[in-house]
């Protein structure tokens, strides 16, 4: 039942696995009799926060800070920290539940959970960051545990922003706990989960491509975003014979015909924190499309002729006539590195047009996969090489692509890999709810 108008992200979540889970809700009486369904989406726990910080000019401000975990029957509560404007309760909630299926569709023993802040880290200097961060944490930190409830990094979290919670937290718990991930290589992080939600991104589309009969050798791929999930995903399409040719940010659109250079992109986003405008300066082949002009039912990202796409920017950036335009132009697969990039309706499009569609909660989840990798590191004190971590990853994007593809096969929607991974994923979640009883 919808007791509040205000969560239309959450409830657009939970309406799409619900429709999902109709048949197998039918199958099996032992979900309806333990009220699975009502306990899923009801929140063990939410924590909202005042975070009161002092700018540079020496005034206070405050910002709405949230923590949901949402599910632990699978492991301690995981995943990430946003920051950005948009942040509200709904948005925290939608994040937290879609990690709930994601989490468990990973086959590794973690709950799920999410948080973030209405903080818009655009502009402020380095010290308002630390500033910001370390009064968030000065709530979250007696919520969160190794092996409570373990948080990462999201949009506007990146290495930085982990170090300084990281650093408040070992201040006020005098510890040196594997609680964040997501954290330096100097003190405890993982080789490859900076890479691995784009890496894994690109491993399931290859799977969905070879099941196909086809590779992504040689595909004109369009992405959108130019955050961790993007860039990591144009550096593994390249490395893997395909071309991506956009990228994107909140202002605008890069197109280049003769392929996104990845250094070049790395240098403008990762260490001058710049804009893609200035990519485009550099580039004179590359095409910026302003913002301003948009088509009004859309995002110029999909317009582009091309026959992968990678949505890896945020939550409904892709509108049923961005799908069609795609469709119109070639496009054989959308692989989701953002969590719910595509409005429902888009999704309607796209499973109706039978094309290889992978969900975000089955093609995004190599982040967390790495960072339960990096926990484990932790817990062992043991460093892994990278290529001891690149093969995990691989290993567990094959177990999600499998997991995901045999579901909807046997639910007979063999193309339908939003059914197959919501089901895969509420089964383990729902086994393991039963068997703990009612709590
Ligand atoms: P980043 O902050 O590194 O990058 C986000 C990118 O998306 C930026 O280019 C940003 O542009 C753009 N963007 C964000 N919000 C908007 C908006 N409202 N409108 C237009 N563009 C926007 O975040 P990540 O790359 O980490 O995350 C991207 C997506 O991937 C999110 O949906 C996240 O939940 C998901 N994800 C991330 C994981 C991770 O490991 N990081 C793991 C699994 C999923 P600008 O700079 O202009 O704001």
Known sequence: QKSSPAQTEFYQAVEEVLDSLAPVLDEDSRFCKHSIIERMVEPERQIMFRVAWVDDNGDVQVNKGYRVEFNSALGPYKGGIRFHPSVNASIIKFLGFEQVLKNALTGLPLGGGKGGANFDPKGKSDGEIMRFCQAFMSELYRHIGPTTDVPAGDIGVGAREIGYMFGQYKKLTNRFDGVLTGKDLLWGGSLVRKEATGYGCVYFAEHMLEGNNDSLEGKECLVSGSGNVA???????????????????????????????????????????????????????????????????????????????????????????????????????VCEGANMPCTADAADVLLKAKIA??????????????????????????????????????????????????????????????????????RRVADAMIQQGVV
């Open 231 to 333: 860039i990591y995903t144009i550096e593994k399409l390249l490395e893997l014979g395909a071309k991506p040719v956009t990228c994107s940010d909140s202002s605008g659109t890069i197109y280049q015909k003769s392929g996104i250079d990845v250094k070049s992109l790395k240098q403008v986003k990762e260490v001058e924190q710049g804009r893609l405008s200035d990519y485009a300066k550099r580039h004179p082949d590359a095409e910026y499309i302003s913002r301003d002009s948009y088509p009004d039912d859309g995002h110029a990202v999909w317009r582009v002729a091309g026959q992968l796409a990678f949505p890896c920017a945020t939550q409904n950036e892709l509108t049923s006539a961005d799908a069609k335009a795609l469709l119109d132009n070639g496009c054989i697969a």
């Open 357 to 426: 569609y992978a969900p975000g909660k089955a093609a995004n989840a190599g982040g967390v996969a790495t960072s339960q990798l990096e926990m484990a590191q932790n817990a062992s004190m043991q460093r892994w090489t990278f290529q001891e971590v690149d093969h995990k990853l691989k290993d567990i994007m094959q177990g999600i692509y499998q997991r995901t593809r045999d579901t909807a096969a046997e639910l007979e929607q063999p193309t339908n890999f939003i059914l197959g991974a919501n089901v895969a994923g509420f």
